[in-house]
């Protein structure tokens, strides 16, 4: 397997080469009054950024899955596609969400691993078999649809697939993780 990129390709927009179009689609996603290197680097499209901002948006703060289910969904697809940036700020979302640390570090074990209840071993398999297989098995489905909603049930792979997207942009393009973001897991 490739490894991510480990040097900048493309860097962040400084603010003071912002235009005004710039600062109006990254100022609401400031983060304690800093701009995060994911938004920096992708406004540099602001016509991307745009719609893809209001995508990710959707399923982050307006979506119908439990945010600890999102949550679980995009860690194992982090872990999955070596997204280290991805990984860093979700470790700190999900622990808001309610995933514990021990569930964080179960999330790299797998499916498999001890501990899970059936639905969040279902989740962690669903980012497998979507990463793997790019389909969701009927096993796995069926554990998903008992305890799932249709809209949530549309969600899981559209999850999956944002981070997905997320990960190759931000591996490709070198982004850089925060320094105060949790490390990649071994």
């Known amino acids: 397997m490739t490894e991510p990129a480990r040097t900048v390709r493309i860097p962040p927009l400084p603010p003071h080469e912002r235009d005004e179009k710039a600062n ?3 100022a609401p996603l400031a983060v304690n009054g800093r701009d ?3 938004f920096a680097t992708l ?3 602001p016509r991307l950024f745009n719609r893809w901002s209001a995508f990710g948006g959707t399923l982050l703060r307006r979506g119908e899955l439990s945010d600890r289910d999102r949550e679980l969904l995009i860690l194992r697809t982090a872990w999955h596609c070596h997204a280290d940036y991805e990984w860093g700020q979700h470790v700190r979302i ?3 969400a309610g995933v514990t640390d021990e569930e964080i570090a179960r999330v790299v074990a797998g499916p498999d691993a001890p501990g899970w209840s059936g639905l969040d071993a279902a989740l962690v398999r669903a980012a497998d078999e979507l990463h793997g297989d790019s389909y969701i098995s009927d096993g796995t489905w069926k554990v998903l649809a008992e305890n799932l909603g249709e809209r949530q049930l549309i969600e899981v792979c ?3 697939g944002q981070y997905h997207l997320v990960a190759y942009t931000l591996n490709s393009l070198g982004v850089e993780p925060e320094a105060d ?3 990649f897991p071994e």
Do not use: D
Request: glycine content about 6%; charged content about 15%; cysteine-free.
């Open 94 to 96: 999900a622990g808001r």
């Open 24 to 26: 109006e689609l990254i």
């Open 43 to 45: 406004v540099r499209h």
């Open 158 to 160: 559209m999850v999956v």
């Open 181 to 183: 973001a949790a490390p």
């Open 36 to 38: 995060l290197n994911i």
